[in-house]
């Protein structure tokens, strides 16, 4: 039971650092898409950083749950994401391509153009991780096993507890207080073996949506108030 539940627990732990991976480098891209002096290309790049959070977690979680469309109506166009599903690749993926190609048409120093670059391949990777993790589950027989094993202990305790307990009574309470605490590690093992439908990946993508567009909104504030100033 301890080797089941702490191997759910790693699954869990390396798909939040992968998540946690995700946001600084979506914040770090927000920033570096302000490099862009091109108005209409640096907004894109903002609304495809925006929208890579929400299409990967729609990516790895069960597509039939989520609308893309709607998911995605405020950054990306009705021909873009018609043009993203028919291209057959998985739609993170494709606004990563995306990205990449509208940073290489904006003519940026080649060292931060390098910088740019850096963080897409590192999300590029963060979506291979997660993609690691959801096709290799936990195998169902480790899973069985294990709680078969603990049925079949809890079954057997009555036995050894009426030997040191002080009548039916004494035996009861004793095995629901213990099955109620194994069990429970259990269930927290079975819960969260698929880390992706138990991480607050909806509070993460929004986070990043928001932050992307607080940060554009600050850099025209301070080009507005550098222009102010001469």
Known sequence: LV????????????????????????RDLARQSAWITDVKKRSSAIK???AFGILLKCHI???????????????????????MVASGLPPPLWILNSLAWTVNSANLHDVKAMQI????????????????????????SYSRLSARFLI????LLPFHLASSSQGIAGV????????????QTE???????EPFSV????????????QAKQVEEQYELSVEDAIASL
């Open 199 to 210: 991480l607050p990946l909806d509070a993460i993508t929004a986070k990043i949506a928001k």
């Open 3 to 26: 080797f089941r539940t702490n191997g759910a627990y790693t699954r869990y732990d390396e798909a939040r650092k992968i998540f946690g991976d995700v946001l600084n480098r979506s």
């Open 48 to 50: 495809l950083v925006s």
């Open 117 to 140: 670059n850096e963080n897409i391949s590192e999300l590029i990777a963060d979506i291979g991780k997660c993609e690691r993790i959801l096709s290799t589950p936990m195998p169902l």
């Open 187 to 193: 269930d927290i093992g079975h819960h969260i073996e």
């Open 152 to 155: 079949a202990w809890l079954v």
């Open 61 to 83: 979680r069960t597509p039939s749950r989520h609308d893309i469309l709607a998911e995605v109506a405020q950054y990306l166009t009705v021909k873009e994401v018609q043009a």
């Open 172 to 183: 009861l309470v004793k095995e629901l207080f213990i099955s109620f605490f194994f069990l």
